[in-house]
Nanobody, 122 residues
Framework: QVQLVESGGGLVQPGGSLRLSCAAS????????MSWYRQAPSKERELVAG????????TYADSVKGRFTISRNNAKNTVYLQMNSLKPEDTAVYYC???????????????WGQGTQVTVSS
């Protein structure tokens, strides 16, 4: 069956870095756009970054532009989120999503991973 398994979260100090990974299985990975969303306590889930199926096109939330980088390895069926210069407001559960990327916009589906907690605190 379709599975998305996130890893790489943890506790990091402000200004630090983390790299999240999402391992996909059960579907043809290279025909789907992929993305990372996050949800902080008492807030709605929001798009952090999306990437096209071939990895050429990306989109980012304004709050993470210049700090986060989304990438993918289609040979390994994995999407990554490199997070640098982390801030306390980046604290959230980060989720991987399988969807569609078209004309600069990412369209999510109801296929989600279980999430990985990222906590930025001193």
């Amino acid at each position: 069956q379709v599975q998305l398994v996130e890893s790489g979260g943890g506790l990091v100090q402000p200004g630090g870095s983390l790299r999240l990974s999402c391992a996909a299985s059960g579907f043809t990975f290279n025909i789907y756009g992929m993305s990372w969303y996050r949800q902080a306590p008492s807030k709605e889930r929001e798009l952090v970054a999306g990437i096209s199926n071939g990895g050429v096109f990306t989109t980012y939330a304004d709050s993470v532009k210049g700090r986060f980088t989304i990438s993918r390895n289609n040979a390994k069926n994995t999407v990554y989120l490199q997070m640098n210069s982390l801030k306390p407001e980046d604290t959230a559960v980060y989720y991987c999503n399988r969807g569609r990327y078209s004309s600069g916009t990412y369209y999510p589906s109801e296929t989600w991973g279980q999430g990985t907690q990222v906590t930025v605190s001193s």
